[in-house]
């Protein structure tokens, strides 16, 4: 089966079941986990940060991170077609006790600072007031769009400008670092909190990171404890993810294969492809989505509908090009 479901599904290699197995654990609850205590101090190093946090999953940390920022009864400016406001459950509504404020961005899903300025509202005795503006790079939504550093850069500024803190859903953002060609620290420099995904491309079985200042990344911590993420002997899981960090540079090798993905997707009759930034591939179908992936799959052949004639494929590590040509042949026998 070529599963181009999503970047998650990927397997953990030898290496990693290895480092699992021989992990060095302690209670992290009590902070006593070296695994998850070297995993943190590195992926603070890597994004520029005072601190992070090791949380299990990319949702929670945004989650922790909309409920660390805001008070109750805040709005949050996020984009319209943003991972948190429509892929999490309404979690912001239920954990913090916020009101998203949904923004149309552009067609890559980029929020503009005079947006910002727009949207934002200040509290009365009637408005609740803005208390956080959301942000995502890449953008799942738009299809993997790679955002600049001065586009997050003009709208954070616009925002600390108006009192509002910025967080960043960095669930792939080391794919936006790979596609600019510029460190993720170059990303994160101007928001005040930022979560980023290891069990995507960088093929860790399971876990995130959520990263900012220090006094920030102790509030979250206890507000990780809260939501039922205070874990034991981490380290098994965390150690991984050390392994995974190390795998950034090999995530421009799932751009390529996206590349050659929606080339040859696109001269289909009845596909049509998106150039992709990163390693999803948005493609409209004549048919309906829903029966063309029924009979890709059928074949072995797995993607995502997204709307009535659009869907996703991913790339990752588990795809090599023999699987990208023999999905296009697939999909050729399915339009």
């Known amino acids: 089966m070529i599963d181009l479901r999503s970047d998650p599904v990927t397997k953990p290699s030898d290496s990693m079941r290895e480092r699992a197995r021989n992990a060095a654990v302690g209670d992290d609850v009590y902070r006593e986990d070296p695994s998850v205590n070297e995993l943190e101090a590195r992926a603070a190093d890597v994004l520029g940060t005072e601190a992070a946090l090791f949380v299990p999953s990319g949702t929670m940390g945004n989650q922790i991170a909309v409920r660390t920022h805001t008070d109750r009864g805040d709005e949050v400016l996020c984009e319209r077609e943003s991972h948190v406001y429509n892929w999490e ?59 600049a550093p001065d586009a997050i850069a003009a709208a954070v500024d616009t925002a600390h400008d108006l009192g509002l803190p910025v967080h960043l859903d960095g669930a792939r953002l080391f794919n936006a670092a790979a596609a600019h060609g510029v460190p993720a ?80 997707l696109d001269r289909i009759d009845g596909l049509a492809a998106d150039d992709p930034e990163t390693n999803i591939v948005l493609v409209e179908t004549d048919r309906p989505a829903a029966a063309f992936l029924d009979d890709c799959e059928s074949e072995g052949l797995l993607g995502n509908v997204r709307t009535e004639h659009r869907i996703r494929f991913c790339t990752h590590w588990d795809v090599d090009d023999d699987a990208v040509d023999r999905a296009v042949e697939i999909a050729e026998r399915a339009a």
Request: hydrophobic letters at 40%.
């Open 185 to 264: 620290a170059d990303f994160v420099q101007h928001v005040d909190s930022v979560m980023c995904c290891l069990s995507k491309g960088l093929g860790a079985p399971v876990g995130s990171l959520l990263a900012g200042p220090e006094p920030f990344v102790e509030a979250a911590r206890r507000n990780r404890k809260l939501m039922g993420g205070g874990m034991r002997q981490a380290g098994i899981i965390a150690a991984p993810g050390l392994e995974a960090l190390a795998n950034r540079d090999r995530l421009a090798e799932d751009h390529r294969r996206a590349e050659r993905l929606a080339t040859g």
């Open 89 to 147: 459950l309404a979690g912001m509504v239920q954990h913090a006790s916020v009101q998203p404020r949904p923004i149309a961005g552009d067609d890559r899903g980029v929020i503009a600072p005079a947006q910002v300025r727009a949207n934002y509202v200040a509290a009365d005795g009637h408005r609740a007031g803005t208390g956080l503006l959301a942000m995502e790079n890449t953008h799942n939504g738009c299809g993997g769009t790679a955002i």
